[in-house]
């Protein structure tokens, strides 16, 4: 391709919101082009790469034995309505109207679409497994549409749906799944980790979540240098607290007293003013849960020294979310905020304890009024407990598996697989006969990539002060070929039979023949765009010599112009 015959709108001009290095440079890299919060059109570099990607994915897929379909990207909202999603999804779900007033949804995923698809058409455990894919828009309408292709509202997904007639079959499914992914990120030429996994709206069991490393990632995933457990926060685990080493047991009062602790309200106060270690206090976390259609004042205890996961305690309630409760809020339920606790609540108050706790004597934590606490308490004496784990697991923790500190590191979503089970064939009543001729409902798997953020994490991994660095598997293409001077005959001349070879050899190449263009902008603009490498014909042609830039290191060699299509071809082997 020629540079002058391609749309390349590189600009100096980074747009305001634009925080992250991969924002910027696709924006300024002339890759993609913002029309509405959320909402990307891309651009020829950026069709190249995102079509680049698509490609390797549905290899990768259909080696994995999966069929590619494609589903309508507007549903009918009765769809949503069967499986009892249309208000669970909450406002992430764009729902409209048609003229005849017949409500529909821009899909956000396509569970009920495949149930849809399946249910009838499967009828017998001798037509199954099957596993349906289809690489699509999605449209979430999220609250904090940002960082470019990150997290836009509309966006490209690959999503596949697996069918299956026992449980060993979708698991069979699910490592198949989880080994093609694997293939998928380490073509693309990414430094990744299969990670365990919170399962969110979608449901289901089992899910894993693959995380591209990059300290600008929204994830937090801890991680253990010894073994091989790693695991997104919301999800991670830790060998239980051995708190009894802190302080000694038999020495705490266990009969339960209401002590006076005028303003304090924070487990730092406690603590200090009681001697006692913060892990030997409660600590109240107290939220509003938003469910369907109503909401409630919620109550969540950890141990004094541990923070509330927000995830883990959302799914506790099972709420659609947790919001920040108002001083209002919390006063008008008769609650008493920085000296809460789980003795002598008020009446109807939802509480959860988080399962490290559970059995524990001796803490100390608020006694629902104001300027007191309680000490010496015994939780084993509370009735009706809900125990969940809510804590977010904090570096330094020991690993459940082995033993050794956690660490914590930063992560990009970049694909996510799931054990669904039944939750939609039942609710769908999508079924097929099994062996013995008895009705049973499909057990599903589902797998996401996010092939658009993908573009988006290629960058937030590989790139400099000077730009993006493409990897050769989604480089727009691999070789720029930059003629100095397009005017001179030669020079043109010399990078025309260089980009003819390369071609040739079936290596992705781009020749820089603008006339108008200075060498130093288009050596800027290689930068900017990140090609892995440059062929500089310029100055040393006489000598029968061009230059190799290596885009990584910015390292320049000299060469031979006869040897450059074969250096070149050794380095892309
Ligand atoms: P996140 O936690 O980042 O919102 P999710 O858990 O909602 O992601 P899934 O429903 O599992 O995501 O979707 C599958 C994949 O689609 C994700 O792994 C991610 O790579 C991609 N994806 C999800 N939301 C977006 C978005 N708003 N913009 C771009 N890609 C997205
Ligand atoms: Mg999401």
Known sequence: ??????FIPTTKETPNDATLPSHQYLVRGGFISQ?????YDFMP??????????AIVKEEMDKAGANEVQFGFVTPLSLWEESGRANAMGPEMLKFKDRKHGDYVLSPTNEEAVVNMVKNRITSYKDLPVNLYQINTKFRDEARPRFGLMRGREFLMKDAYSFHSSEEDLIREFNLMEQTYKNVYTRLGLDFRVVAADSGAIGGSGSKEFMVLANSGEDTIVVCPECDYAANIEAAVRAKKDVKKWFDLTAVDITMEKVLTEDMKTIEEVSNFLSVPKAQTIKAVIKKAIYEDTQEIVVFFVRGDDELEETKATNAVDCLELID???????EVGLVAGFCGPFELPDDITFVIDSELKDEIGLVCGANEENYHFTGTDLTSLKNVKYFDLIAVQEGDKCSCCGVPLEYTKGIEAGHIFQLGTKYSSAMDAKFLDENGKAQPFIMGCYGIGVSRLVAAVIEQNHDEKGAIWTKETAPFVVDIIVSNAKKDDELEAGMKIYDDLKALGIDTIIDDRINARFGFKMGDFELIGFPYAVVVGKKLSEGLVEIVDRKTLEKQEVDIKRVTQVLFDKLK
């Open 45 to 54: 570099l950026g069709k190249i790469v995102l079509d680049k990607i698509r």
């Open 35 to 39: 029309t509405g919060s959320g909402i």
């Open 325 to 331: 409760a108002t001083e209002d809020e919390i006063s």
């Open 1 to 6: 391709m020629k540079f002058s015959k391609l």
